[in-house]
Each structure stands twice: as structure tokens, then as C-alpha cells.
């Protein structure tokens, strides 16, 4: 059976960081764009990050730009989000999808219509 599972998310307190791993059952990330959205209680899904099959192409939130770092581990077929310097506002369901019907595309969207297949999410908690 095909899905992600996102994991790596917890409480962590203010200035501290956290790894997201992304990883995939039943097919390969190495072959789709991979982004990363988060989902805040009352407020819309927001894109984070994404990165296209080429790994050099990255793109970044406004919001996070500077603190946090998408990446591929191909031999794992996993994708991580590396964050840093949290605040309490980055609070939220992390979640990561996978664009299925992009298969090798050199581009990704910061855009969640994009991703038709989704984790179950990992809340991250920034709290002192």
C-alpha cells in the first residue's frame, strides 16, 4: 500500500530546533516533487518548502526562509525538513505530500493543490 508517514515532530522549546522525516511506502520519493505544509488550529494549510526530483531546486516560505532546509535521502527514500530558531508561531500539523502526477518534474509548487499524496501529519509544539 502506497503512503507517506511523516515523523520527528514534539515539543520543543523556543530557539530550539527539529528534524521532520518524510518518508514513503510503495513507491519511491526520488521520483516526484516532495513539499512540506503546516496547518495551525483555525487557519488554512500553508506551504512551507518543496523540492523538484533535481534536489538543487528548492523552494522556501516567506515565513520560514532562512530557518529551515528541505532534503532528500535517496537511498532512504525520505525527504526531511530541517527547522531552527522556533517560535511559538510555528506551531502546527506538519504535514509532507508527494506530487504523483509530476513524476520526474525539475520544478515544485509552493502550492498544496499541487500534491495529491499526503502524510497523516506530526504536530510540532514550540512552547516554553
Known amino acids: 500500500q502506497e503512503h507517506l508517514v511523516e515523523s520527528g515532530g514534539g515539543l520543543v522549546q523556543p530557539g530550539g530546533s527539529l528534524r521532520l522525516s518524510c518518508s514513503a511506502s510503495?513507491?519511491?520519493?526520488?521520483?516526484?516533487?516532495v513539499g512540506w505544509f503546516r496547518q495551525a488550529p483555525g487557519k488554512e494549510r500553508e506551504a512551507i518548502s518543496c523540492i523538484a526530483v533535481t534536489s538543487n531546486v528548492e523552494f522556501y516560505a516567506d515565513s520560514v526562509e532562512g530557518r529551515v532546509s528541505i532534503s532528500r535521502d535517496r537511498a532512504g527514500n525520505m525527504v526531511y525538513l530541517d527547522m531552527n530558531s522556533l517560535t511559538p508561531n510555528d506551531t502546527a500539523v506538519y504535514y509532507c505530500?508527494?506530487?504523483?502526477?509530476?513524476?520526474?518534474?525539475?520544478?515544485?509548487?509552493?502550492?498544496?493543490?499541487?500534491?495529491?499524496?499526503w502524510g497523516q501529519g506530526t504536530q510540532v509544539t514550540v512552547s516554553a
Open positions: 505530500a508527494a506530487a504523483r502526477e509530476a513524476l520526474g518534474a525539475p520544478y515544485c509548487a509552493l502550492v498544496p493543490a499541487s500534491y495529491n499524496s
Open positions: 510503495g513507491f519511491s520519493l526520488d521520483y516526484y516533487p
